[in-house]
């Protein structure tokens, strides 16, 4: 049973728009999301994270909206750049657990 | 820059033969993770340690899979016989032992052909 989804599987977005990528997650337990960036060739490095007792998470141009009710989350990337095309992906944990991992996002920002 | 050290960054073996990778943690962190992603992006938990005792592993790596992380020695993840469907990226992760945020390593691509 997938834990955590994600949608859409890809994303195509102009510089300087928003992009949102969307995420769900099944177990209830969940009290950790963590947003991981992952290009080409190169291992997930984590990007933002948020935990379950807040609903909002910003970063600079990032920025996480949590819904514990609906358990839903989604990442907005502002003011996009070439730069951001990349893969992210979602991922859920609980009390020193494992991380599980959404099946990710494919990001292009064109020029 | 990633301060866990993946080795080989490539591994090409043969149906049938042994693939063994290495992975040192980043310093400090005793709880170092390995995971299989493939060709679709899908991540699955192979097993995980905490200063070189297993915490959880899945079933698969009970068969041809093996791991270890011996004190002072880098980690390791062996494939005894490898099969086409193992061909993937495996990546190392280390954290603290809130096991909250991994640091992953590049990777080491396995082709089994």
């Known amino acids: 049973q997938q834990q955590v989804r994600q949608s859409p599987q890809s994303l195509t977005v102009w510089e300087g728009e928003t992009a949102i990528l969307n995420c769900s997650y099944e177990n209830s337990a969940f009290d950790y999301f963590p947003w991981y960036q992952q290009f080409p060739g190169e291992g997930p490095a984590l990007l933002i994270s948020i935990l379950s007792v807040s609903d909002k998470k910003e970063d600079g141009r990032f920025t996480i909206f949590f819904n514990k009710r609906e358990k839903k989350l989604s990442l907005h990337i502002a003011d996009s750049q070439p730069g951001d095309s990349a893969t992210y992906f979602c991922?859920?944990?609980?009390?020193?657990?494992?991380?599980?991992f959404g099946d990710g996002t494919q990001l292009v920002v064109k020029p | 820059n990633s301060k866990v050290i993946q080795t080989p960054r490539y591994l090409v073996k043969g149906q049938g033969q042994k693939a063994k990778m290495r992975c040192i943690p980043e310093k400090g962190h005793p709880v170092v993770f390995w995971y299989q992603q493939n060709k679709n992006n899908e991540f699955k938990f192979l097993i995980n340690?905490?200063?070189?005792?297993?915490?959880?592993q899945i079933d698969m790596t009970e068969k041809r899979f093996s791991a270890e992380c011996p004190s002072n020695s880098p980690c390791s993840l062996e494939i005894q016989s490898s099969e086409a469907g193992d061909s993937a990226l495996y990546l190392c992760?280390?954290?603290?032992?809130?096991?909250?945020?991994?640091?992953f390593g590049h990777g080491t691509k396995l082709s089994v052909l």
């Open positions: 991922a859920a944990s609980y009390s020193n657990n494992r991380i599980f």
């Open positions: 340690f905490q200063n070189q005792e297993v915490l959880q």
């Open positions: 992760a280390s954290s603290g032992t809130g096991g909250e945020r991994l640091f």
